[in-house]
């Protein structure tokens, strides 16, 4: 697995961006993906997951409503569709894939992309 993260950006809060999540040995399929965020000076943090049939997924709270995660096993990519963003959400985004079911923890993922940055401005 190789992953690639992209779509991030510098918004005005309340706009949308899409961020994409695709495997370059084309394999993601059949892994859970999960996103995840890092701010400057804090840990890491999980934001959602799905498993690899697309059907079963998980947000926390503090995006529900918000975000929508997805994803196109044709195109062994992960999305994370972000609206109403908010300038608290500013964090380097990072995706990463999972051989378990929908994992939430850092440690359960064993591939990570490199992060893409989105900064929202109030």
């Known amino acids: 697995v190789q992953l690639q993260a992209s779509g991030g950006g510098s918004v005005q809060a309340g706009a949308s961006l899409r961020l994409s999540c695709e495997d370059s040995?084309?394999?993601?399929?059949?892994?859970?993906g999960g996103w995840f965020r890092q701010a400057p000076g804090r840990e890491r943090e999980f934001v959602g997951a799905?498993?690899?049939?697309?059907?079963?997924?998980y947000l926390v709270d503090f995006v529900k409503g918000r975000f929508k995660i997805s994803r196109d096993n044709a195109k062994n990519t992960v999305y994370l569709q972000m609206n109403t963003l908010k300038p608290e959400d500013t964090a380097t985004y990072y995706c990463?894939?999972?051989?378990?079911?929908?994992?939430?923890?850092?440690?359960?993922?064993?591939?990570w992309g490199q992060g893409t940055q989105v900064t929202v401005s109030s």
């Open positions: 990463a894939a999972s051989q378990l079911w929908v994992p939430m923890q850092k440690t359960e993922y064993d591939y």
């Open positions: 040995e084309r394999t993601f399929s059949s892994f859970a």
């Open positions: 799905i498993h690899w049939d697309g059907i079963s997924t």
